[in-house]
């Protein structure tokens, strides 16, 4: 970006991808937000110019109006989505703007913070990132078709600076960096994903958890491993390891099932692949940091966090439209339909 962009970029420290955002003059959440209104083309341009994660520092003026997330969500896609939809507790959805999710810690009903992995640290000493030493990795809502494009995640309250960070890995360069017949292999290939909480998980499966009865429009859904980015044309690696994926029927369609089946395998060599300290950024947040990531190309992980001792809350957005040709003319999944009503 030369001096006269709207737009000023500079990498994010110990990041191979990503960008740190700034529009010229503009100061505060307000400020930015009408600026990235009047630059919608350049902030695109941006995103997916810096492979896909962007982040805007400075925005905890959004607490104070929630309607300026909702504003900056719809520059990036279509819709923005409406969590009264899905099926979400109330008190995890914003009371006057339903399109933000509400992540807390030690609020009722709070999702708890993931364990420390064990060791805590890697030989070096450093934070974990790499499967399976690091668990929870995923795209949002990947258990749905179509899955979102991207998302936004506000740090209202953050943890202190040495917990609760969120982990981000880069899917295209992983795939680019697949050997050459890992990357034949996984061409065509296809992942059955699953929402949390229904019992397929792998741990639930090890534990002979008896697994819910889905309706239809809860049941697993195939997606490429290998997905075709409908804005940049690059390949990047689509999937999540243990908790999204389906280990009753899956994770691999075509491979044998179950934790200790062939596809397990095969999931397992991509994952540790795909988390690599090459593929992988660690963000520790700072109040009012804003992160857009796109889940079409990216996984992400949270990590732990004293939530006994710290509040922790978290805004999130999710931007639908854009899933790419594979998805043209399908119905959303995850909404029941009628007795006999078509899907499409």
Not at 27 to 40: C, F, P, S
Not at 165 to 170: I, P, S
Not at 207 to 213: E, F, I, L, R, S
Not at 294 to 312: C, F, G, K, P
């Amino acid at each position: 970006m030369t001096a006269t962009d709207p737009i000023q970029l500079r990498p994010i420290d110990n990041a191979s991808f990503g960008a740190c955002c700034v529009f010229d003059g503009a100061q505060g959440a307000k400020a930015t937000v009408l600026a990235a209104e009047h630059n919608r083309e350049a902030l695109l341009d941006a995103f997916y110019g810096s492979g896909g994660l962007l982040l805007l520092e400075g925005m905890e003026g959004i607490a104070e109006d929630p309607t300026l997330l909702l504003r900056f969500s719809r520059l990036f896609g279509p819709e923005v989505e409406d969590y009264r939809q899905t099926l979400r507790a109330r008190h995890s959805i914003h009371p006057d703007v339903p399109e933000i999710l509400l992540i807390a810690g030690k609020s009722a009903g709070a999702v708890k913070p993931p364990p420390r992995p064990d060791p805590p640290l890697t030989a070096e000493g450093k934070l974990p990132v790499q499967f399976p030493h690091r668990r929870g990795w995923h795209t949002d809502q990947s258990f749905r078709r179509p899955p979102p494009d991207m998302s936004l995640f506000l740090a209202v309250v953050p943890s202190p600076r040495d917990q609760g960070q969120t982990l981000f890995a880069d899917g295209v360069a992983a795939y680019e960096a697949l050997p050459v017949d890992l990357k034949a292999l996984v061409e065509d290939l296809e992942g059955l994903h699953v929402m949390p909480g229904a019992g397929r998980a792998e741990q639930d499966v090890r534990a002979g958890k008896t697994p819910d009865v889905l309706q239809s429009h809860e049941r697993p859904q195939r997606q490429p491993v290998v997905r075709h980015h409908p804005v940049t044309g690059k390949r990047a690696l689509y999937l999540c390891e243990a908790g999204q994926m389906d280990w009753i029927e899956g994770p691999l369609v075509g491979y044998e099932p179950g934790p200790d089946g062939e596809g397990a395998t095969l999931l397992y060599r991509l994952m540790h692949h795909f988390t690599g300290p090459d593929f992988t950024y660690a963000h520790h947040w700072n109040k009012g940091d804003l992160v857009i990531y796109d889940n079409r190309s990216l996984i992400h992980s949270a990590t732990w966090y004293d939530v006994e001792n710290h509040e922790r809350v978290m805004w999130r957005t999710t931007v639908h439209g854009n899933p790419g040709a594979l998805y043209d003319g399908e119905a959303k999944s995850w909404i029941a339909r009628p007795s006999g009503a078509s899907f499409l």
